[in-house]
């Protein structure tokens, strides 16, 4: 089990959220593939008036 936080900013009120990305990597190869899907799911989950700052590491 991976688990990353997706760090976004509202841009109409500039509130700071983080959602949590867990997922079971045993189909992919190395920590690399891991990190990208995180970054793509982290993507796909931003709302439209929020930008996506950074995708964290958090465990494994």
């Known amino acids: 089990m991976y688990i990353f936080e997706a760090h976004y900013t509202n841009m109409d009120n500039d509130e700071e959220i983080t959602r949590k990305i867990e997922f079971d990597g045993q189909f992919m190869e190395n920590d690399k593939e891991c990190y990208m899907y995180a970054m ?17 590491f958090i465990a494994c």
Do not use: D, M, R, S
Not at 40 to 56: D, I, Q, R, S, T
């Open 40 to 56: 793509n799911k982290a993507y796909e989950l931003k709302e439209k008036n929020e930008c996506l700052g950074a995708v964290e």
